[in-house]
């Protein structure tokens, strides 16, 4: 090959090089004009953007609610992928985005859930292309107000020294957590929590996660993730529990609700120790005082006796029975007492006492009662009669004192003026001449 031909050859291989290195110059350049294009904000026409959504929505704070909107824009100005977003107040608080990837009539939702009592604005956003966005003026108004919901106490028959469940059941609800506790109090509203006398348990649901801890409790304060049925209470029940008010307290984030319930607790009677027989005078008259659930039958059982009289009368769970006889007829100590209803029976023979006897505790006992709350009037009384005392007793001390003083003091005036007359009267004698 001659010199000639290597010369050409090199001369052609850089003007192809030359023209490659042009033509990608020239593709990046087109690139680049073509993204500066993309990105150049545009102006629209609102007339053309539009949104069907609901202006007003009411809810609960535990309930959940689906915003459905529609957004209406020209599809030769809006790109796939697009998104929409759902923001709260400020365009910024974005609450929720959907990338829609295909051009088509499409109808979001908006779960709405956990929101605190009051009223809220939500608004909507449309973002495509490169930064390209539009924000509809339209604006969906939220009134949250607090649950009417309560949960559901399910009590059995509860009696005494057989042991039972109860059973909390929280009503369906959005929130992500909540926590389930007991709450017990006697009817006065003092805590009356049986600690010793129950056990607790917590289950998890079935149809959802199972339940997460909030903290690490003895087992009495647990949080639950959606769950349905809540807390158990095994009891030991007692006659000390009836009438106890036991109350099952949801706490959700941002609300709080309870229902309560009374427990009725069954057990046999009890003769209670204010039951009593007296004479009084030719009468023997009885009380039989009977505390059980239900309400128990009391007899007095007087064997061949028949002349008697019998009345009762009943409180709450208490039955006040009566009994009165010619105190002749009777000729032992005690009166037999017994009362009785469906969980049992009990039995007490009471004790006869004579009224003088009595009432000569009773006269001896006002009598100490008597004086002993008069023993601080006596003891100021006493305390005062001292002071007045010890006062006059100075007083006339002093009154004494400065009498004294004071006859002293003229005692030495007329002494002294005494001596003078006598010097005056031994001055004027004169010697006699011898």
Not at 32 to 60: G, K
Not at 165 to 191: F, M, N, Y
Not at 274 to 281: E, L, N, P, R, T
Request: glycine share 4%; net charge neutral; aromatic share 10%.
């Amino acid at each position: 090959m001659t010199e000639t031909q290597v010369k050409y050859r090199t001369v052609e291989r850089n003007r192809r090089a030359m023209a490659s290195v042009y033509s990608l110059i020239i593709w990046v350049l087109l690139i680049i004009r073509s993204s500066w294009s993309q990105c150049e904000t545009e102006t629209f026409d609102d007339t053309e953007f539009s949104i069907n959504v609901p202006e007003h929505i009411e809810m609960e704070s535990t309930d959940c609610r689906d915003i459905i909107y529609q957004m209406i824009f020209p599809k030769d100005k809006v790109r796939v992928p697009y998104k929409t977003i759902v923001f709260q107040g400020d365009p910024s608080k974005v609450v929720g985005t959907e990338t829609v990837n295909e051009i088509g009539s499409h109808t979001e939702r908006l779960r709405l859930g956990e929101i605190p009592t009051g009223k809220h604005e939500f608004g909507f956003k449309l973002a495509w292309g490169c930064n390209q966005t539009y924000i509809f003026p339209k604006r969906v108004h939220v009134s949250v107000t607090a649950s009417t919901k309560q949960p559901s106490l399910r009590i059995p028959t509860l009696v005494e020294g057989q042991s039972d469940e109860i059973r909390c059941l929280i009503p369906h609800s959005c929130s992500c957590a909540t926590c389930v506790r007991w709450k017990w109090t006697k009817a006065d509203g003092q805590s009356a929590e049986p600690d010793s006398t129950t056990d607790y348990f917590y289950d998890h649901d079935i149809w959802h996660d199972r339940c997460r801890h909030k903290q690490e409790p003895r087992n009495k304060d647990m949080c639950w993730y959606k769950n349905r049925y809540g807390p158990r209470a095994r009891l030991y029940p007692t006659a000390d529990l009836h009438n106890t008010n036991i109350t099952c307290v949801v706490e959700f984030k941002y609300d709080v609700i309870e229902t309560t319930s009374t427990l009725n607790v069954k057990f046999p009677p009890r003769i209670l120790k204010d039951s009593h027989c007296m004479v009084k005078g030719k009468l023997l008259v009885c009380v039989c005082i009977s505390w059980g659930n239900p309400l128990s039958t009391v007899i007095w059982p007087l064997e061949s006796l028949t002349d008697y009289s019998i009345t009762s009368s009943s409180s709450n769970q208490t039955v006040i029975s009566t009994m009165s006889l010619a105190a002749a007829e009777l000729q032992n100590t005690t009166v037999r007492c017994v009362s009785s209803n469906t969980f049992g029976q009990d039995e007490a023979y009471i004790l006869v006492h004579n009224s003088t006897d009595e009432e000569q505790l009773t006269n001896f006992s006002d009598e100490k009662n008597g004086l002993e709350a008069a023993l601080p009037w006596i003891t100021a009384a006493c305390f005062s009669l001292n002071l007045v005392f010890i006062t006059i007793l100075i007083i006339c001390i002093y009154q004494r004192i400065k009498n004294k003083k004071k006859l002293l003091g003229e005692t030495n005036t007329y002494a002294s003026l005494r001596k003078a007359a006598v010097e005056e009267e031994y001055s004027t004698i004169s010697p006699q001449p011898l």
